[in-house]
């Protein structure tokens, strides 16, 4: 039996180590395969980029383009796009200087303000140069053209200091190529080549002369190197757009074997050949662990008389160990693909070694232990059972009844404590464990007794005062919500504690601010209808009486005193007619019932119309109207003919309380989206501070009541403008009365 299973062992194992050099070689093989696919160095993308696209980089910028700092100076032009474009590139002429001026204004009168005037006139001066160089812009070209031309300058004293830095590195990449290029344009031909036929010259570059050679071709692109500073803008005002160079370049054989590329050459040479070697050894191995497979399923049975003493082991702890198995093999695996790559140039093969030999036996622990869990799973009703008999659960329950046990004596000693105790108590076992922390410190020993206290005293402490802020924030939230005007649901009681007594107290008020609110609701709803009965009731007599008293007035055979009685009855009926149609309106919008029809408006043109409605009673006062706006149209969607009547109101309201002899102003702006209409003019009537007052019913400029009116003007108006989700404030300053309404405006 003994013998059967090393031998079981001994095939499993071997099998193992071929297939953990096999899948390193894959990775390999996936990694670097299209690296080491080359001829040799010279046909890599290494050598492509680092090479030849760097020396036509460098080759364009200090051969092809091989002026000298002055001459690219002396060449630079200017176009007329390139002025108008410096002259207009911040704006119009007037929007430039608007711009200059603002941005001094506040600079200059901060100075003045802290009396520095030196500070000050120093702005100006600043200000009137720029003023005086934006003006010359716009007069003159060549003013225009001597400051692009100082700019480009700059930018070509900047490119060729920064390229200096390169020539070093461009003279050792010169010596290690030949090359024959031929300007398609011009028909340059730039060479190193010795032929003093240069025509001929190129076809010294083959393969029997050199150990890399390729046709190419570039053009003045190859100029911008985004290393160099100013490299684009430079190759735009150098203008070698239209430059385009053939030919062919090569390494010769002759180069010096110090060559930075022949150092390449040779490690790429060297490593190219152990790669293969590996990748090739590595697949050879993965083939020969799947022949050897078929005989190492047949000693799974051996294998299997492990299971027994495994499946004792508790069902949480297999689980560890199978992830701990995976973590294993998995963190040997990368170590041994890297230590495989950087094998190929650092020759240390004790890691791959080791990495083979421990890969093998986690792989077999965890395919093992995979299989065995498998079972377990599929087995669902044993599985519960081995759930409870694990490790994890038998702590838990036990942990859970000692803390259960616990937390009941804690509640028992602690919630009959006042509100000023507990607070104490529970600060001072914070503090408590806040030392005992401190003490860990000191012995690794006392960190073992620290984690006893913490489950004992620390968690049922952190539960209980956890639970204390749940139960705090939930009753913020109620409260925060009945400020908000939500009266729904009831605020859960729980036990006898002072969170308790406040959340039930809490609760009595709501209900109490809800049947006040319904008793509110209620006395509302009844004046509502009161006032709409009435209004109506009264319209049918108030008809016939105006209908009678006109036909009165028309009978010429009445006295001179029954004609002055009718006068009085006809002006008091018609006073009486606008209180009652201002009661019905103020019914209709408290009961919600007015409709509106909006549609676009004019807000100037309409306010415009108000006025002209009021244009002879305007001109008979001794007011002096001063009515200012933006440009029209001030577009927004309003019912036009309820906000006519706000207008209306106010401009009544205007003319019966104005003081004689005293400025209106009318002034209709926009600002972000918003139109703000305001009405300013000096009372005759003396004004109190609270403006609330004056939206209340009945509520009347002069509270001798020597004027005309129904007192609701101001409160149908401030009900129109919230219908249309707009704002009508007022605002009081001595005898200064002040309306201000904003409405959203259209786009």
């Not at 190419?216 to 684009?232: C, L, P, R, T, V």
């Not at 995979?370 to 799973?377: D, F, M, P, S």
């Not at 009681?493 to 209900?511: E, M, P, R, Y």
Request: aromatic share 12%.
């Amino acid at each position: 039996m003994g013998t059967k299973w090393k031998s079981s062992l001994v095939i499993l194992l071997t099998c193992s180590i071929l297939f953990t050099i096999g899948i390193s070689g894959v990775f390999l093989l996936a990694d670097k395969g299209y690296h080491y696919a080359h001829k040799n160095y010279f046909h890599t993308s290494d050598f492509q980029y680092d090479g030849v696209d760097q020396f036509t980089t460098y080759f364009t910028m200090f051969e092809v383009n091989g002026k000298s700092l002055k001459e690219a100076m002396e060449g630079i032009t200017v176009t007329k796009e390139e002025i108008e474009e410096h002259r207009y590139r911040y704006g119009e002429l007037s929007e430039q200087l608007d711009s200059i001026n603002q941005r001094y204004e506040v600079l200059i009168q901060n100075a003045m303000d802290e009396e520095n005037e030196e500070v000050a006139e120093a702005y100006i001066r600043e200000r009137d140069a720029k003023i005086n160089d934006i003006t010359k812009n716009f007069e003159s070209d060549s003013y225009v053209e001597a400051k692009i031309i100082k700019e480009k300058e700059e930018i070509l004293k900047e490119y060729y200091k920064e390229r200096e830095k390169y020539r070093s590195q461009y003279n050792q990449l010169k010596d290690s190529f030949q090359f024959y290029f031929k300007n398609t344009n011009t028909g340059k031909v730039y060479t190193n080549l010795s032929d003093s036929d240069k025509a001929t010259a190129v076809s010294e570059i083959n393969e029997s002369n050199t150990l890399f050679y390729r046709d190419i071709a570039f053009g003045a692109w190859s100029m911008i190197d985004y290393e160099i500073a100013k490299s684009k803008e430079a190759h735009n005002i150098l203008q070698v757009y239209d430059m385009e160079l053939e030919g062919r370049i090569g390494v010769p054989k002759d180069i010096s074997s110090s060559n930075y590329f022949m150092d390449r050459f040779e490690e790429y040479r060297i490593n190219q050949i152990i790669y293969w070697c590996v990748t090739a050894t590595a697949i050879l191995a993965l083939f020969l662990s799947l022949i050897i497979f078929k005989k190492a399923t047949k000693s799974r049975a051996t294998v299997m008389n492990w299971k027994k003493y495994y499946d004792k082991i508790p069902i949480d702890v297999r689980i560890l160990l199978f992830g701990l198995s995976i973590i294993f093999t998995g963190f040997i695996l990368i170590i041994l693909v890297e230590e495989i790559y950087y094998y190929l140039s650092t020759a240390y093969i004790p890691d791959i070694v080791f990495g083979v030999m421990l890969f093998p036996i986690g792989l077999f622990l965890t395919l093992t232990q995979a299989v065995y869990l498998l079972k377990t799973l599929k087995d669902w009703k044993g599985l519960y059972g081995q759930w409870k008999h694990s490790l994890v659960s038998k702590i838990f329950f036990v942990s859970r009844k000692y803390l259960l046990i616990l937390v009941g004596k804690l509640k028992e000693a602690f919630l009959g404590q006042t509100t000023g105790t507990q607070i104490i108590l529970l600060f001072g076992m914070v503090f408590a464990l806040g030392i005992a922390a401190l003490l860990t410190v000191g012995h690794p020993i006392y960190g073992v007794f620290y984690i006893f206290l913490l489950g004992g005293v620390g968690i049922p402490l952190a539960l209980l005062i956890v639970n204390k802020i749940g139960e705090f924030n939930r009753i913020v939230d109620k409260t925060n919500e009945l400020a908000a005007g939500n009266l729904s649901g009831d605020l859960q009681i729980k036990g006898n504690t002072v969170l308790a007594t406040l959340a039930d107290n809490i609760n009595v008020l709501k209900q109490g601010v809800k049947q006040s609110q319904t008793e509110q609701a209620k006395s509302e709803r009844l004046k509502t209808e009161l006032i709409t009965n009435v209004s109506h009731d009264l319209r049918t007599p108030l008809t016939s009486i105006i209908t009678y008293t006109e036909l009165l007035k028309d009978q010429k055979d009445i006295g001179e005193d029954s004609a002055a009685y009718l006068e009085i009855i006809d002006r008091k009926s018609k006073r009486l007619k606008v209180l009652i149609d201002d009661l019905f309106e103020v019914s209709k919008m408290a009961s919600g019932t007015i409709e509106l029809r909006k549609e676009p408006v004019d807000l100037v043109q309409l306010l415009q119309q108000a006025l002209g409605e009021y244009d002879d009673m305007i001109k008979e006062s001794s007011l002096q109207f001063r009515v200012s706006h933006d440009d029209p149209p001030i577009n927004a969607v309003v019912d036009g003919q309820k906000l006519w009547r706000v207008f209306d109101n106010l401009i009544g309201n205007i003319l019966k309380y104005s003081l004689e002899h005293s400025r209106v102003f009318i002034n209709l702006s926009t600002d972000k989206g918003k139109a703000f209409i305001t009405f300013k003019n000096v009372s005759k009537y003396e004004l109190n501070d609270n403006t609330d007052e004056l939206f209340e019913r009945f509520k009347r400029g002069d509270t001798s009541r020597h004027t005309d009116g129904s007192g609701l003007g101001l409160a149908i108006a401030q009900s129109i403008v919230e219908l249309h989700d707009g704002k009508l404030e007022i605002e009081t300053d001595g005898d200064l009365f002040k309306v201000t309404i904003s409405l959203s405006v259209q786009d």
